[in-house]
């Protein structure tokens, strides 16, 4: 069993015991594995009368291993698809496990529970699941369940996009799982570890691991495995050029599909069939398979849009551009209506992740034809959509947008408008002034994150990233800006709309080498925004009138995690001293906390500032939170419960760690904190990227807060505030203490 061999095990155990052993311990163990291997082959009828068996015998006379069944009979509703069934059965198990002191069983219960998080994706619930399943198995030595929970916390991190997590927790898994000789487990493994390399399009590495995984299942004859992994292959061959092998790969596992009735697998090698025929010019039989699918009242969403995307290249490639053009319409379509179905927020959030490579083909399509405002319409689509649902639009954003006008966007912003797309072969950034709407090509994704992630490093070191001429951040300059270079006039506005990793780089920093090495806060007022359908709407809001300050900070320390602030009660002090006794509310120490805020009707207020620690949470970002002063058991104010709080903010300011958010999700920009203030409807937002300096921000506020009380607009008062910095004379001059803060603009 354990090395995957389920039609021996059956075999072994059709041999029936001795009289003497047609009940009791043995007779019952015999009929859970029995029921274990029929569920792994698929036989789910035979399994569920084996395990009906042992349960009847359980209880008979061996009630210690009732629980053991309920684990059993929970992996065999898991694999029917029956989620909730399969909880409820392991939810038993667990129940049994604590009554009777068994750690094993309760480790076991603890993992099986976090698997079904991670398939109904509650990955946040999964990996609460999987950790304390973790710790529980390394305090007793189970082997076996520590390496199957590292491989499903594995999952879930991938689930999110968090590609690095999720590789190192899948090499963990293998490695315990070898060593165990778990061979059917290593071929998981192995698969997922192929799956994260192919998301980070090294598709060596995704190669070499899905060849380990198909050795592996056919060396103890595994055919589910074995064709899964010639899919993979399949995959990997296609995007190399590898045509003829692609081709020999899919006809494995279609062969596969046919004699099992896998309908899913069929589809699956239906559609790469299709991109075969395409490849090779043979545009009649690739349409033939891509409609089929798109007809296949069976075939998921996913597969259906992927088909709609495909089957408009080959019209694209026909020379039929405007049959081509509906047919991208429609994979369009398909997803956002998938995405509309889906009911909870964080899942629309990660959703685009799965769908964002068909944008970026229409983009690329569109590009082709020189409609470069058409394809900045679908990238604008692609990012637009959850935002402008949490601000209360009256209608929702469809397909084309209608009066989509960038410049005009320009003009009432009085700005430059840089909007990026990051993508696999290409990226793009649209340049949009009152005039005109340019189009420059830059490198694809795996050209600029790597020199963005030194850069980022190089930020947070020791040494002054302007006095060591650092390489990273003139190649950036010369990247990112230096192509607009000449649509910027020296002092202006510029609005920055980042796309994937762009989001965690302060644009400000960027090393503009002419006429002598300089950072580019030097040249231009910056600010950030996610969507330029929300700055329209921005753009037509009157300004709020009254001036009025909700100040929330130096809690109580609530734990030694979260220490007491020095400089809190002196940051407070310079902020409130700006706004008059009747036009301010300030909720300190005692009086900061969550629910305080929450109940202060914050929508009356122009100006909300917290001196707080933060917190961002990659693997539920609506978890990030304010810390503030306890209150019963609760010293959190979740990003979550911020959203359900209307705003009217002309500027949210959060002097806290992690402000920004962590993680970085497909069309919505990092979500965290400034996310959750621009969907309950603040102006703009002031967050860190990275943790602040105690002593340099209260002099940075103070600057701030100075300069919007003389009439500067939010953006031109936080550079003014920074450039203070930046010319002292000081430490502070490192971009380290004036670059964590950025401005957001919103609605």
Partial sequence: MRQGKSKESLEVLEVAPPKQFAVGDIAIRRRMAQGAASSFLSRFDDSEKFLADAESLAREGQPTLLGEICLRKGTLAFLRG?????????????????????????????????????KQEHYDESIDW???????????????????????????YFEMGDYERSLALFKQADVASAKLGSVSAQIDWEINIGNVYYQLHDYGAAERAYRTSLDLAKSIDYEPGIAECFGNLALVALKTGQIDSAHDYNIEMAEYARSHSDHYLELNSQLIAGRLDGMKKEFS?????????????????????????????????????????????????????????????????????????????????????????????????????????????????????????????????????????LGETHSYLWAITPSRVWLFPLPATLGIEPVLKAYRQALLGPRDVLETSNEEGTRLYEILVEPAHKLIAPGSRVIILPDGALYGLNFETLLNPKPQLHYWIEDAVVANANSLVLMAASANQPPTRAKKLLLVGDP??????????????????????????????????QQATAAAYLSSNPSQYSFVHFV????????????????????????????????????????????????????????????????????????????????????????????????????????????????????????????????????????
Avoid at 130 to 156: E, F, K, P, R, T
Avoid at 563 to 586: G, K
Wanted: aromatic residues 10%; negative net charge.
């Fill in 556 to 589: 109580i320390s609530p734990s030694a995690e979260f220490p007491d602030l020095p400089q809190a009660a002196t940051e407070m002090a310079d902020v409130e001293r700006y706004f008059a006794a009747p036009d301010r509310t300030v909720l300190s120490r």
């Fill in 285 to 421: 039989q690739a349409g033939n398979s891509f409609e089929g699918i798109i007809r296949d009242p069976d075939a998921s969403a996913s597969l259906k849009w992927e088909a709609q995307a495909r089957l408009a290249e080959v019209y694209a490639s026909e020379g039929r551009q405007s049959e081509a053009d509906r047919q991208f319409r429609r994979s369009v379509d398909t997803i956002t209506k998938a995405r509309s179905d889906i009911k909870r927020e964080e899942f629309r959030l990660s959703f685009l992740a799965s769908a964002i490579a068909f944008y970026e083909d229409y983009i690329e399509f569109l590009i082709s034809q020189g409609k470069k405002e058409d394809a900045l319409q679908v990238a604008e689509f692609s990012r637009a959509q959850t935002l402008a649902e949490g601000l209360g639009f009256s209608s929702k954003i469809s397909f084309p947008i209608s009066n989509f006008q960038p410049r005009l966007i320009a003009q009432r912003f009085g700005a430059t408008l840089l909007f990026y797309w």
């Fill in 612 to 747: 707080a620690h933060g917190t961002a949470s990659r693997a539920s970002p609506l978890d990030s939170a304010v810390i503030l002063t306890k209150s019963g058991d609760s010293y959190k104010l979740y990003a979550r419960d911020i959203v359900t709080q209307p705003l009217r903010a002309d500027l949210v300011t959060i002097s806290a760690c992690h402000g920004a958010g962590e993680r970085t999700y497909s069309g919505e920009g990092l979500v965290g904190l400034t996310w959750a203030f621009l969907r309950a409807g603040a102006r703009g937002v002031v967050a860190a990227l990275w943790e602040v300096n105690d002593n340099s921000t209260p002099e940075l506020m103070n600057d701030l807060y100075a300069e919007i009380q003389k009439g500067s607009a939010p953006d031109a008062a936080l550079r003014h505030a920074k450039l203070s910095l930046l010319h002292s004379g000081t430490v502070y001059q490192k971009p380290f203490y004036w670059a964590p803060f950025e401005i957001y603009l919103g609605h």
């Fill in 82 to 118: 029956k989620q909730a069934e399969a909880q409820s059965e392991y939810r038993r198990a667990l129940q049994i496990s604590r009554t009777q002191g068994d750690a094993f069983l309760e480790a076991a219960s603890l993992g099986s529970l976090g698997l079904v998080a991670t």
């Fill in 130 to 156: 999987n950790q304390a399943a973790l710790q529980l198995s390394q305090s007793v030595g189970a082997q076996d369940s520590v390496a199957l929970i590292l491989g499903n916390m594995g999952w879930s």
